[in-house]
């Protein structure tokens, strides 16, 4: 709960972004994002790694649509660097969840992102 509190603090003080949590910081998380690091990292190169896949696009996809004069908080990087992050962030941290990563990622990038189409990163 601490670093939940921790992280929604950075974020209110990063980002422009209007983060929608219940009165005491909590919020629902679905699908493989309530994972562990540790299972991200046994599962990504497995059968069921489409499904962590598809929740980091829609994670990030998201991301993108609700944080103002975000284009795309990835920036340069493609499909594999995001997952070499995730997978060096969760080897580190392995008892986070999926989600912590997504949002530690996020953190990490902001400054890096792309504000808008067809520019480079940070501009």
Known sequence: MKSLIFVLSILMLTSTSV????????????????K???????????????????YIKGFLTAYNIFTEKTYSITGSMNENDVLEWLN????????????TAL???????????????????GR
Not at 19 to 34: H, L, P, R, S, T
Not at 36 to 54: A, L, M, P, R, V
Not at 88 to 99: I, R, T
């Open 88 to 99: 060096e962030y969760c080897a580190d941290n392995p008892m986070s969840g999926l989600e």
């Open 36 to 54: 562990s690091c540790f299972g991200f990292n046994k599962e990504i190169n497995g059968e069921d790694s489409d499904k962590y896949k598809h």
């Open 103 to 121: 949002l530690s990622f996020t953190f990490d990038h902001y400054d890096k992102r792309m504000k808008a189409s067809g520019t480079a990163a």
């Open 19 to 34: 983060f929608a949590v219940d009165i005491n910081g909590n919020y629902a998380v679905w699908g493989v994002g309530k």
